[in-house]
């Protein structure tokens, strides 16, 4: 298994490879637009207006917003493998969650 930070540089690379856009202005909307193909995605669980629910066509547009979010996140030289275990299970360990069952 391949940890964060060697995916992100992989996405990176292959992006560059591919020529696609690093600009973080169009990253964001690009990567708002595949946030909108996952909601579609869910939308099939319920909604009898569409065909059926798929999990490889979730987790396919899931894949497209993390590649866009590593992009971003390379833009701007920031290191997710680090950023995750600092915010989320640094930061975020020590707070109280009113959501969590105690």
Known sequence: MTGLGEL????????????FTTDPERLLVLLVEE?????????KTWSPNYDHFEVEHLGSELADVLVLVCALASAHGVDLGHSV??????????????????
């Open 35 to 43: 946030v909108g193909e996952v909601a579609r995605e869910l939308k």
């Open 85 to 102: 275990r600092h915010k989320f299970f640094g930061v975020d360990a020590e707070r109280t969650w009113k959501s969590a069952p105690k």
């Open 8 to 19: 992100q540089a992989e996405i990176a690379a292959e992006r560059a490879s591919r020529g």
